[in-house]
């Protein structure tokens, strides 16, 4: 049983990581979130509602649990304050006993918002003035949560309460050996640094970004669980090379219900990548793999994996992030039998169809990590847990 738990995305986002953690936050104590701002979209189907959270942490719909927003994020005090409203609205307790900001994030402002729907349009962002934030940042002329709450405005007497010590309050948490969960943003290959440049996000979204955006040591980590759908999506511009135009891509975009949970944006769909797969693996150290929306490959005679990529008659067998090779190289596909049967309440691995447990098998073969969870469907309880050993 782990003591603490990485959840990161490893395709281009979109990958179901609210849906984990909301599952994997009713054994931990802390949800700590790392990297982004409110460009992320977590939805969590709770009965019958459906809640998205943006900048707060999903562990927040847990009454017990500490949730963090660490120094790696951007945040506009406007969002987070409607989240918070928003949240109480739904009967969910948010208060500065269960959510601190940290004081070293930086804020968006509204002329970060506004440079970012003007100078960004070829890059197809959310437009929410994530970049110039970061942007500013790094060029050392950003402002800070701790400057902010400072300043007569608006939000920052509403923020102020929330605002502590991000740094100390989850070093002191590990040492007091609480269960903590940390919640990734955006995936591997919208990482600022190894995605798939430049259209990517403006933070670090693989583990590593873990150390810098909360202030820890990387052995305090714990397990990291890399999430992936049983397909692949990604939303606006940028290279899919196993996208699908067809009726099978349709047919996944309107199964899966493929739009984005902060733009509404169409998801463009294809086939499960294995070299992506091996690349996510590599980068964030990967322990385990939860692998999401299994239930939406039903009803397909054929499914495919992408095993390789072939480009100017070269066999590519490793993923790269050279553009030109992901925009015009032809993936080489290993095909597997399909299964009819819809898997909505099939409650434990033994109940899969032996199509989807060698469909599952396969991707462990691929990927060289075992397969700790599989998702069939938005509900807690549509969750089958094949091995405890890297959970809580």
């Known amino acids: 049983m782990a003591k603490n738990i990485a959840v990161v995305g490893m395709q281009?986002?979109?990958?179901?990581?609210g849906k984990i953690i909301d599952f994997l936050?009713?054994?931990a104590d802390v949800v700590a979130r790392f990297n982004g701002g409110n460009n992320a979209g977590h939805t969590i189907q709770v009965n019958d509602e459906t809640i998205i959270s943006h900048l707060i942490p999903s562990g927040i719909?847990?009454?017990?649990?500490?949730?963090?927003?660490?120094?790696?994020?951007?945040?506009?005090?406007?969002v987070l304050m409607q989240e918070i409203e928003?949240?109480?609205?739904?009967?969910?307790?948010?208060?500065?006993?269960?959510?601190?900001?940290?004081?070293n994030a930086h804020i968006i402002l509204e002329n970060h918002i506004k440079e970012d729907k003007e100078k960004n349009k070829h890059l197809d962002t959310t437009a929410r003035g994530i970049g110039p934030a970061y942007t500013d940042k790094a060029a050392r002329k950003g402002l800070r949560v701790v400057d902010y709450i400072t300043k007569n405005n608006e939000f920052?007497?509403?923020l102020s309460p929330f605002v502590k010590n991000t740094t100390l309050l989850i070093n002191n948490l590990i040492d007091k050996n609480k269960k903590i969960l940390f919640e990734g943003a955006q995936g591997t290959l919208l990482d600022i640094d190894h995605g798939t440049y430049p259209y990517v996000t403006s933070s670090?979204?693989?583990?590593?970004?873990?150390?810098?955006?909360?202030?820890i040591g990387p052995k305090k980590i714990g397990n990291v669980l890399g999430i992936a759908k049983a397909y692949i999506t990604r939303v606006g511009s940028g290279p899919?090379?196993?996208?699908?135009?067809?009726?099978?891509?349709?047919?996944?975009?309107?199964?899966?219900?493929?739009?984005?949970?902060?733009?509404?944006?169409a998801r463009r769909c294809g086939w499960f990548d294995a070299l992506i797969g091996n690349y996510s693996v590599m980068v964030n150290g990967l322990d385990a793999i939860a692998l999401i929306k299994l239930d939406v490959l039903s009803g397909l005679e054929r499914i495919k994996i992408c095993v390789g990529y072939k480009y100017k008659n070269k066999i590519i067998k490793n993923f790269t992030a050279n553009l030109e090779i992901l925009e015009n190289c032809e993936p080489i596909y290993e095909e597997l039998p399909g299964w009819k049967e819809k898997l909505d309440n099939v409650k434990s691995f033994k109940e899969l169809p032996e199509n989807a447990k060698k469909y599952i098998k396969r991707i462990e073969e691929l990927l060289g990590v075992p397969v700790c969870i599989v998702s069939i469907g938005p509900e807690r309880n549509q969750t089958i847990v094949?091995?405890?050993?890297?959970l809580f």
């Not at 719909?61 to 406007?78: A, F, M, Q, R, S």
Request: proline residues 3%; glycine residues 14%.
């Open 12 to 17: 281009f986002g979109d990958e179901g990581k």
């Open 25 to 27: 936050a009713e054994s």
């Open 61 to 78: 719909l847990h009454k017990e649990t500490i949730n963090i927003i660490g120094n790696g994020l951007v945040v506009d005090p406007k």
């Open 86 to 103: 928003n949240l109480r609205i739904k009967g969910v307790k948010v208060t500065p006993d269960n959510l601190a900001v940290s004081e």
């Open 156 to 158: 920052s007497k509403k």
């Open 204 to 215: 670090n979204a693989v583990s590593g970004g873990i150390c810098t955006g909360l202030g």
């Open 240 to 265: 899919l090379p196993t996208e699908l135009k067809d009726d099978a891509g349709k047919q996944l975009q309107e199964t899966g219900k493929e739009f984005g949970a902060t733009t509404g944006r």
């Open 386 to 390: 094949l091995r405890k050993e890297f």
